[in-house]
């Protein structure tokens, strides 16, 4: 059992930034790679970003590429720093640790309970 606990979220305006901490505890969360999906209401999940469990290897396949930047520590952490932000980047925000990338993306891995970024114009 991995627990996920995120913090940082809050209110910005655009073209502000915001970083995503995900603090991970429980069973060697250092063996686990990390991702950050999230979701705005009335659509679908979006896979933000993931590392891997070395950190050595990074991957953003959805909008906010090029605008943000994943990175973990040694104390299990993992963050999201989220630069340029846009109205439509407001979602919860949701931590999701695995073994692999490729379970992470298959399901059902460990997930956080969320933090809400709001963007205002």
């Known amino acids: 059992q991995v627990q996920l606990v995120e913090s940082g979220g809050g209110v910005v305006q655009a073209g502000g930034s915001l970083r995503l901490s995900c603090a991970a505890s429980?069973?060697?969360?250092?063996?686990?790679?990390m991702a950050w999906f999230r979701q705005a209401p009335g659509k679908e999940r979006e896979f933000v970003a993931t590392i891997s469990r070395s950190g050595e290897s990074t991957y953003y396949p959805g909008s906010m590429k090029g605008r943000c930047t994943i990175s973990r520590d040694n104390a299990n952490t993992v963050y999201l720093q989220m630069n340029s932000l846009k109205p439509e980047d407001t979602a919860v925000y949701y931590c999701?640790?695995?073994?692999?990338?490729?379970?992470?993306?298959?399901?059902?891995?460990?997930w956080g309970q969320g933090t809400q970024v709001t963007v205002s114009s």
């Open positions: 999701v640790a695995d073994r692999t990338v490729g379970k992470i993306l298959s399901g059902p891995a460990y």
């Open positions: 429980g069973r060697t969360p250092r063996g686990y790679a």
